[in-house]
């Protein structure tokens, strides 16, 4: 077996190097950062806890207030400042979106390498059990899982790693029986190694290139899940500030007092636009094949 014959890792030695110099993928990691940030530090960045109702938080009429100088982005119906319930959502999004896409990267690793490298029987099983958890609608299986446990910040997490999985079991089943194929790995066969040292030796770190790509994609497309799932009540449960819920609580609302839809709606946008930015750049700068073009 030449040098030739073997494979090369596709993160490349200047892939840091290269990320810093595409402007949207710094824009997506300032994004990312501000809220991180702004997360961590809102405590300190408002003045009012999120589930305090306010005397003046409300008109004379008992409407909400608009922005103005007492606070920031106005009010909600019950009085409660609405700046300080995104800081404190944002948390609730942040922490949904790395746990529960961490959760789904690991089922979808275990279930696409395994299957791509054992094939056979096990590989049939299990690339048919995904197949058919991807024939059912991501949202509504999520909303029935949601709907038989008791929504909490926990529960919705695993609902939506329970649905989330699939896309990172059929990509990484793909490329693992590519890999498997591959004449390094007939050697190392040949040699007398086992599964475990093939698997975790020269089967992944082939593939983390790919699961940093789709772990940092999938963590947008879980934040717009998580809202869509408190927007339809199956979500994070109030009082628990999160901005999905926030615009479930004040979509009555939207024509008189807009800013309590459009603010939290803004910050969704926000963040998984951040993410996407991103893991595009990621896919471009991991991708061997993209190697002098930037």
Not at 97 to 103: E, T, Y
Not at 159 to 177: C, F, G, K, M, P
């Amino acid at each position: 077996m030449t040098d030739a014959s073997l494979p090369k890792i596709t993160a490349p030695r200047g892939a840091l190097a290269r990320l810093m110099r595409r402007k949207l993928a710094l824009f997506g990691i300032a994004l990312i950062v501000l809220t991180v940030g702004a997360a961590i530090a809102a405590p300190w960045l408002t003045s009012y806890p999120p589930q305090e109702q306010m005397f003046d938080g409300l008109t004379i009429e008992g409407a909400p207030l608009p922005p103005g100088d007492a606070f920031v982005l106005g009010t909600d119906l019950l009085g409660r400042d609405l700046f300080s319930r995104i800081l404190y959502g944002a948390r609730t999004s942040l922490i949904i979106g790395v746990v529960a896409n961490g959760l789904a990267l690991v089922i979808g690793t275990l279930v696409g390498v395994t299957a791509g490298y054992f094939r056979g029987w096990i590989g049939t099983v299990l690339m048919r059990f995904t197949d058919l958890m991807m024939a059912f609608p991501a949202l509504l299986l999520a909303i029935c899982l949601a709907a038989i446990f008791q929504p909490s910040l926990w529960i919705v997490a695993m609902v939506i790693a329970l649905v989330n999985w699939v896309q990172t079991a059929r990509v990484l089943y793909t490329e693992t029986t590519s890999l498997a194929e591959r004449e390094f790995i007939a050697a190392e066969r040949t040699l007398g190694a086992g599964h475990g040292r093939i698997l975790f030796l020269h089967i992944l770190p082939h593939l983390v290139p790919t699961i940093i790509v789709w772990g940092t994609l999938g963590i947008s497309t879980t934040v717009l899940l998580e809202a869509t799932l408190s927007f339809l009540g199956v979500g994070v449960q109030p009082p628990t500030p999160s901005w999905g819920n926030i615009i479930f609580e004040n979509q009555t609302y939207f024509q008189s007092a807009p800013w309590l839809v459009f603010f939290p709606g803004a910050a969704i946008l926000v963040l998984a636009l951040a993410f996407n930015l991103v893991g595009d750049a990621l896919r471009d700068v991991l991708d061997p094949t993209q190697r002098g073009r930037d």
